[in-house]
């Protein structure tokens, strides 16, 4: 899936905006997806620090990732 169709399906879903940013940046307490230097990039964003950061090629494998990643934080399994 591409960046928008994520979208579409987390606002679908009503999965709360408060744990994610597909945007990037440093938002506090969130899963980041971002595209830099020719590549996808995952993190979690807390306090102005990037953890847990995984690169893709791909921008379907970043949005799968960040689906999986998202449907584990709301059902209370932590990776």
């Known amino acids: 899936m591409k960046r928008q169709e994520l979208k579409n399906i987390l606002i679908k879903e ?23 230097k020719n590549k996808w990039i995952v993190y979690y964003s807390d306090r102005g620090v990037r953890t847990g950061l995984v690169e893709f090629a791909a921008e379907d494998d970043a949005c799968d990732y960040v689906f999986n990643q998202i449907i584990a934080i709301i059902s209370g399994v932590v990776r």
């Open 14 to 36: 009503k999965i709360p905006k408060t744990i994610y940013s597909l945007d990037g940046g440093l938002p506090n307490e969130k899963i980041c997806l971002d595209f830099e």
